[in-house]
Structures are given as structure tokens and as C-alpha cells.
């Protein structure tokens, strides 16, 4: 079993950015495939950014392609999220997920595959 704890969160302007963090535990995190979802209030919970276990594949919502970037460090047990250009449609409370897989360079985009959750970070944008 790995946990996950979210950072990074905070309050900013339209415009500006922030980078989330991610710190696992537990278990060999290069095992595991990542992934980041965020849930708006009133709003069921969405994919953002996915990665591989290599860190070779990546994904995107198509709603932060060109603006977030998703990486991991599998040295440090950590994958991060560089969002820039933030909008307020982007805030949100943002989870970090994981997921044992064999497949090393594939990603999943979907909350259902995801096996373990952070309690998550709360991101919020200003007009």
C-alpha cells in the first residue's frame, strides 16, 4: 500500500502559478502509474494529468493542455503538477492518485483505475 500526501496548494491570481506536489510512501513508488483529478464544488471529480511509471507517457485533460505540466521524481517518491496561466475554472480541490501496474510506460485516465487517493489540496483562483 502507498500514501500519498498533496502540497503545493494556495490561493492566486488568473494568470499566475503554483505547483502541486505530491510525496509518496510506502511501497517502490516507481511501480505505481500517477495521476492528479480535481474536484470544483458541486462537481463530480475529473482527470487532469496522468504519467507513466517510466515518466515517458503523459496525458492531459484537454481543458489544461499547454498550461500544466505533470512530472515525477522516482528517486525522491514524488510527481508534481506545474500549473501555470491559472483561470479561475481551475480551482478546485486537487488529488493526487496511484495506481500498482505492470505497464511501465502507459497511463490511466480514469479515477476508477486508481487504487490509492491523497485527502488532497485545495487550489484556488482569483479573477
Known amino acids: 500500500q502507498v500514501q500519498l500526501v498533496e502540497s503545493g496548494g494556495g490561493l492566486v491570481q488568473a494568470g499566475g502559478s503554483l505547483r502541486l506536489s505530491c510525496a509518496a510512501s510506502?511501497?517502490?513508488?516507481?511501480?505505481?502509474?500517477m495521476g492528479w483529478f480535481r474536484q470544483a464544488p458541486g462537481k463530480e471529480r475529473v482527470f487532469v494529468a496522468a504519467?507513466?511509471?517510466?515518466?515517458?507517457?503523459?496525458d492531459y485533460a484537454d481543458s489544461v493542455k499547454g498550461r500544466f505540466t505533470i512530472s515525477r521524481d522516482n528517486v525522491k517518491n514524488a510527481v508534481y503538477l506545474q500549473m501555470n496561466s491559472l483561470k479561475p475554472e481551475d480551482t478546485a480541490i486537487y488529488y493526487c492518485a496511484a495506481d500498482l501496474w505492470r505497464n511501465f510506460e502507459r497511463v490511466r485516465t480514469t479515477s476508477s483505475e486508481y487504487a490509492y487517493w491523497g485527502h488532497g489540496t485545495q487550489v484556488t483562483v482569483s479573477s
Open positions: 510506502g511501497r517502490t513508488f516507481s511501480n505505481y502509474a
Open positions: 504519467i507513466s511509471r517510466s515518466g515517458g507517457t503523459t
